[in-house]
T-cell receptor, first 113, second 112 residues
Framework: AAGVIQSPRHLIKEKRETATLKCYPI?????VYWYQQGPGQDPQFLIS???????DKGSIPDRFSAQQFSDYHSELNMSSLELGDSALYFC????????????FGPGTRLLVL | GNSVTQMEGPVTLSEEAFLTINCTYT??????LFWYVQYPGEGLQLLLK?????DKGSNKGFEATYRKETTSFHLEKGSVQVSDSAVYFC???????????FGTGTQLKVEL
């Protein structure tokens, strides 16, 4: 079965640079979620989109922005990167119905030097 | 607000031992409950879920029962294998929002 696809899988950036993470949801899933997992931490919700509109917002820094496109893929844009942004970034998708199961991608590991 | 509390790890067991990882939650309304597993260097995989009280989720020999009266969703497996070594996250999802709230994760190490 098709799963959530994330790219790139690994990314190394310098401080103050920008990064763009991409997420391709499971086919026919219309909702995308972004989570950030720091080393040894539990995943923290950043932001979600339903039918191309932002549906919920968590602890996402103002330096980050995201959007969902007409084909339902999503991009997380991160600017002015800081050392503390080094983390595993997960995308998950679901069908959008209330309390529907979220399926996670393999994650993008971002290292900021 | 919503919160999930898991037993601290690491939990170290011998192969074929019985496993219990405790999870309790606080939530408004009637949440759905999940266990996700994260193998070393990999992403989060859904292990099992339960959507209402007294439901039992099960998968790959793991099971957990949604206990509303004790607000718990403990993970159990009768006989663990070395390949079960991973970090296990308990999580909840409420109908009012669509973000998962995770526990801090419990690392399981299974030795021969």
């Amino acid at each position: 079965a098709a799963g959530v696809i994330q790219s790139p899988r690994h990314l190394i950036k310098e401080k103050r640079e920008t990064a763009t993470l991409k997420c391709y949801p499971i086919p026919r899933h219309d909702t995308v979620y972004w989570y950030q997992q720091g080393p040894g931490q539990d995943p923290q919700f950043l932001i979600s989109f339903y039918e191309k509109m932002q549906s919920d917002k968590g602890s996402i820094p103002d330096r980050f922005s995201a959007q969902q496109f007409s084909d339902y893929h999503s991009e997380l844009n991160m600017s002015s990167l800081e050392l503390g942004d080094s983390a595993l970034y997960f995308c998950a998708s679901s069908s959008g119905a209330p309390q529907e199961t979220q399926y996670f991608g393999p994650g993008t590991r971002l290292l900021v030097l | 607000g919503n919160s999930v509390t898991q037993m601290e790890g690491p939990v170290t067991l011998s192969e074929e031992a019985f496993l219990t990882i405790n999870c309790t939650y606080t939530a408004t309304g009637y949440p759905s409950l999940f266990w996700y597993v994260q193998y070393p260097g990999e992403g989060l995989q859904l292990l099992l879920k339960a959507t209402k009280a007294d439901d039992k989720g099960s998968n790959k020999g793991f099971e957990a029962t949604y206990r509303k009266e004790t607000t718990s969703f403990h993970l159990e497996k009768g006989s663990v294998q070395v390949s079960d070594s991973a970090v296990y996250f308990c999580a909840l999802l409420t109908g009012g929002g669509n973000k998962l709230t995770f526990g801090t994760g419990t690392q399981l190490k299974v030795e021969l």
